[in-house]
């Protein structure tokens, strides 16, 4: 057969022919770049062009539909929010933005996905199951990399504003381009609405039934000078901060005020060189810090606090072709630490490092082609931890591959879980798993078609153990279950469609993992018609058990459209109607969803 290049610097790993629709890259499955169809993990790309069609506002919302996707969130926007990737918990899925590690080391240990805006997004690559032998702790679920947007080509800048329902409004702008070797990016963004009331008085009637609102800023700053062909040097700067209202989870009246903040921030400097033909060598240096406050001084329990967590990480990654080989090794140090207090005088201020060696080889002979991840961790105070990842994928025929794996992850406690004054454990193990893969992908013009049975098993799950008032590890849990996705285009049609089927269980109880539903099923379509864009997004949820003392959520159904008009060329007017038919649902017990509620704006993009 024909064989196609596709390595990350140009030089791309061999694999069987496919045809031009296939040339959508993703870098997150394997650290280096490689056609989306030839990923073994199971891998989701959500470009600019899905984000736009969406109209979706912040990750949480852009995600929702995808494969292996849950989330929940104790209120309207802003309020906290919590994700599970094939039942694995938020603390079990690491986040990365533009290759920074996020992490949250305070006693939630759940990065605030809910402040990280679209506005200034160019991509989401979401690689499902275990990939902790080539990212280290925190991928037992997967992995959630988020690109924002870049410079390039000619200057031209792009705006956007919105208003709708709950005295909702957003506006942002940017301006991009290339000048004498320089690429450059600098955008804005702002959210604000007045919201509804998080809790439902009528399960919690202690509760304040006013409205709770939410005021997001965010920015995006990046600078890449080519020094030399193939020599680049970058600056990277991103952050957002929200500021959202909350209510007592149970524990309010109804004059209560709760108040809430959150800044999140990344930073990298980075140096990409071609060393040679064969070899690239990156060396990056970056840090990440989210700062959260709480303040409930007007309540019956006046009380407030602040947690920072910083991070500062140097990673040196070095790619090297080989024939139709790809080889990747790196070293990588992180300085992690936690600084809290709060309005009883109570402080944590601890630190950590972690040291971590990693290597891999992947690449194809003929129709078969495999991926091997290996990679060392080394924590201040816990043992080192070793995670392996080894995949296979045989080319049936041109449209048809099947793919196995199996892995093993860890997760380490945060440093809150450890030290916390009223629930640490200094004795705390971190989590360890171990998962296997079988499945099967059919990739044909512009369709790509994945179906995925996957088994996961965790030990020394890390939970609040309301026995001894501390986290511990109290139990195993497992999952296994079937995915399927779909993507591509129909005639004029894009459409994107998942199913999950899913069985997560405590294996010390053999019941149901908390918020998890056993089968979510999405539909999404978008249409041109001449000027319009019709679109719609249908989402299922099955009931899920919540806390024990009330009876399982109930399964819901959620349906989004949307239209787009082009005024001109770069203009457009865009419509979205939300929960259409104004279902009532949760997510988490006693906490409201937005009903029925419209948006309009306006999109400009300079061409």
């Not at 059919?442 to 790509?448: E, L």
Request: hydrophobic share 35%; with cysteine.
């Amino acid at each position: 057969m024909a064989l196609l290049c596709s390595v990350s610097f140009g030089v791309l790993a061999q694999s069987v022919v496919k045809t031009v629709e296939f040339q959508q890259t993703v870098v997150t499955a394997n650290r280096s770049e490689q056609l989306l169809i030839d990923a073994l993990p199971h891998t989701t790309v959500l470009g600019r062009d899905v984000i736009d069609r969406s109209q979706a506002v912040d990750l949480p919302s852009l995600l929702a539909s995808e494969a292996g996707f849950q989330f929940t969130q104790n209120g309207g926007r802003g309020t906290a929010a919590s994700l599970f990737l094939r039942g694995s918990a938020s603390l079990q899925v690491l986040v990365l933005i533009d290759g920074v590690p996020l992490t949250k080391q305070d006693s939630t240990g759940s990065v605030s996905l809910e402040h990280i805006m679209l506005d200034q997004v160019e991509r989401v690559e979401v690689v499902r199951g275990n990939v902790s032998a080539i990212y280290g702790s925190g991928a037992v679920g997967g992995v959630i990399q988020v690109f924002m947007r870049k410079g390039d080509g000619a200057p031209k800048a792009f705006a956007a504003m919105e208003v709708g329902s709950y005295g909702s409004a957003r506006a942002s702008a940017g301006i991009s381009g290339q000048t004498d070797g320089t690429n450059y990016l600098l955008g804005v963004g702002r959210t604000i609405t007045s919201g509804f009331s998080a809790m439902n008085t009528s399960q919690y009637p202690n509760e304040n039934p006013d409205a709770d609102g939410y005021r997001n800023s965010s920015f995006n700053l990046g600078l890449t000078q080519t020094l030399a062909p193939g020599h680049t040097l970058g600056l990277r700067v991103q952050g957002s901060d929200g500021l959202f209202d909350t209510d007592g989870g149970g524990f309010g009246t109804p004059s209560a005020i709760y108040k809430g903040a959150s800044k999140l921030n990344t930073w990298s400097v980075y140096s990409n060189n071609q060393m040679t033909g064969d070899w690239l060598s990156q060396l990056s240096f970056s840090g990440g810090r989210e700062r959260s406050t709480y303040d409930a001084s007007l309540s019956a329990f006046p009380y407030d606090s602040q947690a920072t967590t910083n991070s500062r990480t140097v990673n040196w990654h070095n790619s090297v072709s080989i024939g139709n080989w790809l080889l990747t090794a790196g070293v990588e140090s992180q300085h992690q630490s936690i600084d809290t207090n709060d309005s009883y005088a109570t402080q944590l201020n601890r630190e950590r490092n972690l040291s971590s060696l990693f290597a891999g080889l992947s690449g194809a002979l003929g129709a078969h082609a495999i991926q091997l991840n290996l990679r060392r961790d080394n924590a201040d105070g816990l043992a080192a931890e070793t995670t392996g990842y080894a995949g296979y994928s045989y080319q049936m025929q041109p449209a048809w591959k099947l793919i196995a794996s199996v892995s093993t992850a860890f997760n380490l406690p945060p440093l809150g879980y450890l030290y916390d004054p009223f629930s640490g454990n200094p004795a705390l193990q971190p989590e360890t798993a171990r998962s296997t893969e079988l499945g099967l992908q059919w990739a044909q013009d512009r369709q790509v078609a994945r179906a995925t049975l996957f088994k996961t098993r965790t030990a020394n799950l890390m939970l609040y153990d309301m026995a001894s008032w501390s986290f511990n590890n109290v139990t195993d849990s497992s999952n296994r279950g079937l995915e399927l996705s779909y993507s591509g285009r129909v005639a004029s049609a894009d459409l994107r469609a998942s199913l999950t089927l899913q069985d997560p269980r405590d294996e010390s109880t053999g019941m149901r993992l908390i918020r998890r539903a056993r089968s979510m099923a999405s539909f999404g379509a978008s249409l041109p018609l001449g000027a319009w864009t019709i679109g719609g997004d249908l989402r299922y949820t099955a009931d899920r058990p919540d806390i024990v003392t009330v009876p399982a959520l109930p399964a819901y159904t959620l349906l989004n459209i949307s239209t787009r008009y082009a005024l001109t060329r770069e203009l457009a007017w865009t419509t979205r109607i939300d929960n259409l038919f104004d279902r009532q649902y949760q997510t988490a017990y006693g906490y409201n969803q937005s009903g029925r509620a419209l948006y309009v704006g306006l999109v400009w993009t300079q061409k």
